[in-house]
């Protein structure tokens, strides 16, 4: 349990790498109100997302075709408020433990599909699928703390 041990600037890359609980819900489209700057969460994701395998489909190169496609690290962690409070980043951030479906927890990567807990249970569409202008049609949340 080396979440619980060690801060997320002490772990290796393996140890960062294998926290990610493949849940795909920060490959959501955000949309920002451009009066007010509020952000919303919407169930559609990234044009890269893989529904099949839930994963990105490029993530080495993924950046060639997002380019605003953020990379998580332990200096921009506590600024992405947007991350669901389910992402297990977040979770050891804020020193709490993961959920028992995480697959560290559990031993297995399809607990979290089982239990529901990923953007495609949830019945995401890709943003491809959707005209821009309908976009807002799809927002679950308001999130509430941010920075604009
Ligand atoms: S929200 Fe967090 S745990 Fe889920 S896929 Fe993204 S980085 Fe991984
Ligand atoms: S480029 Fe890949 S990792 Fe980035 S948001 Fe899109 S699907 Fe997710």
Not at 70 to 79: A, E, M, Q, R, Y
């Amino acid at each position: 349990m080396f979440w619980k041990e060690k801060q997320l600037r002490d772990m290796s890359d393996d140890e960062w790498e294998s926290l990610c609980d493949r849940c795909g819900k920060c490959c959501t489209i955000k949309l920002q109100d451009e009066f007010s700057g509020q952000l919303f969460d919407t169930s559609l994701v990234c044009k890269l997302f893989d529904k099949k395998n839930c994963q990105c489909k490029n993530y080495s190169q993924r950046h060639k075709y997002v380019n605003d496609c953020i990379k998580l690290s332990v200096n921009n962690i506590d600024k992405l408020k947007w991350l669901p409070d389910t992402c297990a980043y977040k979770l050891v951030a804020e020193g709490k433990d993961l959920y028992s479906w995480h697959h560290l927890m559990s031993g297995n990567y399809n607990t979290i599909h089982e239990t529901k807990n990923t953007v495609v249970t949830d019945g995401a569409k890709s943003e491809t699928d959707i005209e821009k202008i309908d976009y807002e049609d799809y927002i679950t949340r308001e999130i509430i703390d941010y920075d604009k």
